[in-house]
């Protein structure tokens, strides 16, 4: 057997479980407040046979109040087995390209400590046909298991943390350790924030540059945004797929197992003889399209609110005169900068109902689906304000208060608010998008990092009080106090863990993507928020990496193969671009436009400008797609190689085991000559002996060039003749 | 050695060898009127020498004129060899999914004709080192052999034209048989053409719906029609996946060796040890970005002179006023229609000249490189008259004229033509397009199929009568009369196909792709137009494939996964069409557009129309994408339960050729006591004894529940006391 990896050093608070392994240990957290004990024994010794059935080890200590942890650990064998089997797996599917060696019964270590802990996941998560032991949280059976989570490697984390807060850049070496961590799933949005963080460094520049030489609204740096978005998205497709490859996770979509929340209307036999579950695909398609009137409605209603907010703050501005003005007039803003959040709080939680309903099949399908709405709402969200502010509060805001006044006259009667003369102020988007974006940023900090923390903490607190009381009436015999000493550090950890919530990186992507999108939409408005952006990236990054360290239970290290969908959102992003940056340079700018000279308004010539900006964007699009297909992927060129050889190898071999298929031998000349004449065999042996097709062939060569000289001088002839 | 599949029937006009077999017969021509006679044995026995050294029997024949026949015959053994080889490396390149099995040495019969007819290509054409004699016409050392064809299977040819004329739609298997015939690549095209006839049967119902009940310029049918493009396309693509992994040739890109016309600059050993001609990829984007001058140039040159024929015809119709008026009004048109085809072919010579320059690698980018230039060369010369007339002519026309006679009046002074009052036609549009369109697929029909026929037998009497001029002045010792009579009638037709020029099945594919541009771009001009396209490609299928028969030589059975970028031309004309068809409704049109309730004049409205109407159209085509996608093709979820099946097989096999990884034995419980006893491993240690886990957790609960029991009576108890 072969000795386990530990660490070296042992921290002198934790002395007797310093040296744990992190890749062989799983966590069940049993909680059993709900049940009655009959119940919850019952379930308990379920769960227990279920975990020992696929061959794992376990521990059982109590967690705080009624749950219990069951630690898991898996024996060498087993684990190196199901890794193995992975991997063989892995291949079959064209995941990788070389067949792992052994048989069935083979042992290998992991290469990482993530493919362990994922291989952990699956003998504790996957259902029994599959080897797993099935325990799925929350659900069915097991309702009142509340997670299964790895336990955090402190030391790695504590150690990567500190690598990555002395670089500015991370090296591909760097996000492979975030690989070996959590997995690749993680991995790549924290490949996707370096990589946007590095191309930022662009803008900023332009940005600078832009604020200082540039008009306001200049459609030279809108036009500059967004050719560096375009090129950012293609870059990033090809640094996706080189990731892929060098992670070995390309195409691990495919083998995705069922969900088990997954309700299937039949099962059928398919033709590869395989159960299938199946759940009609129009059910599914028409459930989705139900995500339409969702939208819809949910960005009237934001919309409304907005617009209420807007109300506010124009009258604070315009009516109100007192001290702190100047404060004031940004409060309605910075209330909606905090207010937003919540309403999609709750919008999201609308949008994961609907997603549960459209039932999908595979995990990975159904984070999509999700994604995608989630994706959409915060669209609204965030943008609807600035869109509503540039095309809507700023060029029409004087008929609207005017129409207002109107209203509340007719409606609170005589009172005249004369001393309302409102005046359209384009220095109001300016503030909004400031606003938005840096509160944004700050906000977001504070909700992702302060608030859990605190939360966590008084949780915690609380437990503490509870166990110490309950200690105190001297009714607990299973609490904390009674921890072996040299366990105690280890399970106080523990428990802590089992109280945090679950890692979800698609919130983490959405925040960048939702970032890409102020720049990709608004970049006109302030030439300088890319700076913003790429100083709050530094941070954000590494923040997000304490986060998950901290705050979070230590994720599965599920695979992908890029960040999904999120591609798709960013595209959409850019392209939206390309119609609001030229309508707010076409509305707020100092250009001059083609439909100017065309004798047309501005807002009549609009639609002009959008129409050749949008198609210019699309050519271009195309035109950078173009050029990078052919450059390619550096991965993809070495991955070809390799196969190259592999064929090589194989024809090699083939060539050498078997003897050259030689030329015609006298045998088969004989027979062409004799054994097949027949009628249509006739003409292919009259040239069958050595060279007698060259012999025809030269004479018929000869003869022709003979005739070709006769014809001339006969011609030459006749010509003298005639001459004569 | 296995018998020859041989016909089974005799035609009475050729005995002797109507039971030749075509599968292992190919012919080179040798032409030697252009060297002398040294040179002309020492080129003919190099090229008998190359050909015999790979394994080829030859015959040779004299040919018309100063050449030579070779007639080349693959032994069984060595065609089935290289068939087994080609297989093999189909295998391995992950074309087809089965490994052949045998060994170098084996020999296999072909599944088709075709099949066996490309290796015979491979064995003419390939370099020596693939294992072929090097043959390319035209090129380099073979620059006197004019051609390498396989000989056409008349027998077969006459039975499938005879059974596809008595079908009014093909079936799967009648696609197989040109497949088994002629290659994939030709088959798609009789597939694509196929797929797109059965799909003109609902525009056809549309448009005689429309012309019954809708007003002219009909906004609902130009909708229909956007509607049927996208999905026809959608549908077609499936269709084209599904045909290629029917015929197993998905993916055959990859495999596809240099041109023998590539010119490298240096060559690259690659990280697989392999040789690389390389040549810059910058240098090739470079060149290929020449396009774009080159078509800016061609359109501006055509557009002239479009617009010259515009105005001959306007004179014509308004000045003249003698006979035959209303024949001559449309003489310019018709003339256009005449006059564009040759354009087209001098243009299209240019682009073949550009695309050699581009130095493409493999055959297949530079026909697709190409086939890309003469679709924007097709696209400018059929569709630029009608945008002229639909966005010029009709709405400009009358200030148009207005400059010329002024232009007139003072070039040739004082001569007043008050008579000249030009009005407005709008029925200009639909004859401009009617004629265009039907004028178009007669004319093509007559130059694809009468023209060349005519040329071919004006061709061949011309050489007949040489002959028998030659023979009558007696200096022929090796014409045609010298055959031997057994022979005469195969020689005769062998000669003929030998003077016919190679089939390029992009030509025809370009054909479908404008005829569905015409349906795409102008549909709501006149709702009888796919009527016509309709009953035509009736005829253009079959014509096609008597013209393939009688007109060109027997196309080498390239294979091809699909009719490549020909569905992105496709693509970008059903984009163009949304704008197109829009704008055209908006103009001609009697319907009332959002513009005018914004107060704003007809063109001032249109860009507004056409943003509408390109955002609609892509966000249906996204929908019918995500909806196709999801039901997905047949063909592929076959192939998928296929590999499910091989890897649940081989996942089987494997366990069952190894002992199960079994529960936990005793000596590893033992060991997990005793042996691996230190700090860190301590902890999983406590539990191992079996029940320990299940006695500890079920005492925290009693106890916790306990706990809880006390608590309540405690509080109960607490309150009693309180209430007492």
Known sequence: MKPLRRAETTFSDDTALANITYNDKYVVVYDFSKVDDDVAIKEFTALLKDLQSVGLNTEVRPGYDQSLLVFIQAPRELLGNTVYKSRVKDWLYGITKHHPGGNASSSVSAAFEAEDVLSMHHLVNWRKDLGGAGVTPGFDRWENVTAIFPLHNHRTNHQLL???????????????????????????????????????????????????????????????????????????????????????????????????????????????????????????????????????????????????????????????????????????????????????????????????????????????????????????????????????????????????????????????????????????????????????????????????????????????????????????????????????????????????????????????????????????????????????????LRSDFLKICIEYQRPAPSRSDGIGPWVASLESLTWLGSISSAAIVHLFGSHKYIGHYMGLSTWASLPITILISEHIFMGFRAAVRFALAKIGSEQTRKESAESYARRRKYLDELEANADKPSRLDVTERERRKSVRINAADLFWTRQAEEGTSERTGISIIKLAKGAQAEAKADGQDNKKSKDL
């Open 162 to 540: 500190a690598h990555l807060s002395t670089r500015i850049f991370l090296s591909l070496e760097d996000l492979d350790q975030i690989r070996d961590l959590w997995g690749a799933k993680v991995a790549f949005y924290f490949a996707f924030i370096q990589t946007y963080f590095r191309s930022l460094a662009f803008p900023c520049v332009a940005g600078i540059l832009a604020w200082v030489l540039l008009p306001k609204y200049s459609l030279l740096f809108a036009v500059v945004i967004g050719i560096w978005c375009t090129v950012f998205l293609e870059y990033w497709k090809i640094k996706e797929l080189d990731l892929a490859l060098r992670w070995n996770v390309r195409g691990v979509g495919a083998l995705k197992t069922n969900r088990p929340q997954f309700r299937y209307e039949k099962e059928i036999i398919d033709s590869a003889g395989r159960l299938r579950q199946h759940f009609p695909r129009w059910k599914r398609i028409l459930r989705q399209s139900m995500v339409i009137p969702f939208v819809l409605v949910s960005t009237l209603v934001l919309g409304i609110l907005i617009t209420f907010v807007f109300i506010i703050e124009t009258f604070i501005s315009e009516a109100y005169e007192g001290s702190y003005k100047f404060y004031l007039e940004y409060f309605p803003t910075v209330l909606l900068a905090i207010f937003l959040p919540y309403a999609t709080n709750i919008l999201e939680t609308t949008a994961a109902t609907m997603t549960e309903y459209e039932n999908h099949r595979t995990d990975d399908s159904h984070e999509m689906s999700l994604t995608q709405k989630i994706f959409i709402l915060n669209s609204v969200t965030n943008y609807l304000p600035i869109f509503l502010t540039a095309f809507l509060y700023v060029p029409f805001g004087g008929q609207l208060i005017d129409l207002l006044e109107d209203f509340i006259d007719r409606t609170l009667g005589g009172k005249r608010w004369s001393d309302i003369s409102f005046k359209t102020d384009p220095e109001r988007l300016r503030n909004e998008v400031i606003a938005l974006t840096l509160t944004g940023q700050v906000s977001s900090a504070v909700e992702e990092l302060v608030f859990p923390w605190l939360k966590m903490q008084a949780k915690q607190w609380w437990r503490d009080r509870q166990a110490a009381q309950a200690h105190r009436r001297g009714v607990s015999g299973y609490q904390t106090s009674a921890d072996d000493p040299s366990e105690a550090h280890f399970l106080r950890r523990t428990r802590k863990q089992a109280l945090r919530p679950i890692y979800n990186v698609q919130d983490d992507i959405a925040e960048m993507v939702i970032q890409f999108g102020y720049l990709a939409l608004f970049s006109p408005v302030w030439p300088l928020i890319p700076i913003g952006f790429f100083i709050n990236n530094w941070f954000e």
